[in-house]
């Protein structure tokens, strides 16, 4: 605790003061450039993978940076989702999975959590099309690459949830919105971007990797 005592004395003296003018923009309102959805994992910080300023991202954060199809369960994700889109007006949204994430870990083992992590387990239950297609596609796989299989198919089954939003699917229809997936490399800063497009197909594992200078959002 002291340590973030003394981070946000830090910030009030030094980050708040040089950029004053901002915050007092932004305490009158807001307007994100994206909708970005990640995992709720320590590892991962948006705005630092994206060099982004306060205001410019909308951030929803989950285990496993799952979107639940659209009237499938009433957490805030939907409403959330909802506002950014509606009210905001965001154009994109980012779908963003990471290496050697806990989460699908858990999922490839579910019936494990059920005694020991019920809450857990029945949140991961919303990955249920990511842990059948898994099971029915990749059954050659195992250890490293049947997980990273499994992240990168969760982000593009997440992506097909997010169609499912009545505000989302007449945005794209209009061709206002335009959704992307990444998965973020956590040991080498990398960062492997998908279109939408891809998302009835399998997921490669020889895809390019995008620097994030050239592929700005």
């Not at 909308?58 to 009433?74: D, E, S, V, W």
């Not at 919303?126 to 898994?134: Q, S, Y």
Request: aromatic fraction near 10%; charged fraction near 25%.
């Amino acid at each position: 605790m002291r340590k973030l005592i003394r981070g946000l004395r830090e910030f009030q003296s030094n980050y708040f003061t040089s950029h004053r003018e901002l915050f007092e923009k932004l305490s009158e309102e807001q307007h994100p450039r994206a909708l970005f959805i990640t995992c709720s994992d320590s590892r991962i910080d948006p705005n630092l993978l994206t060099q982004t300023e306060p205001g410019e991202l909308f951030i929803i954060r989950n285990a496993g940076n799952i979107i639940p199809p659209y009237g499938a369960a009433n957490g805030g994700e939907g409403a959330a989702i909802e506002y950014a889109v509606v009210a905001l007006g965001v154009k994109q949204i980012i779908v963003c999975g990471h290496s050697n994430c806990g989460a699908m870990k858990g999922l490839l083992q579910i019936g494990k959590l059920a005694e020991e992590m019920p809450l857990v387990y029945d949140w991961l239950k919303h990955a249920e099309a990511t842990r059948r297609l898994i099971k029915e596609n990749y059954q050659n796989y195992e250890g490293k690459e049947l997980l990273d299989a499994t992240i990168e198919e969760n982000v593009f089954t997440q992506i097909e949830n997010l169609r499912t939003y009545p505000a989302i699917h007449s945005k794209l229809h209009k061709g206002e919105l335009s959704i992307y997936g990444w998965i973020y490399k956590i040991e080498t800063g990398g960062v492997f971007v998908y279109s939408m497009e891809r998302c009835n197909l399998q997921a490669k594992h020889d895809e390019i990797e995008f620097s994030l200078a050239e592929n700005a959002v």
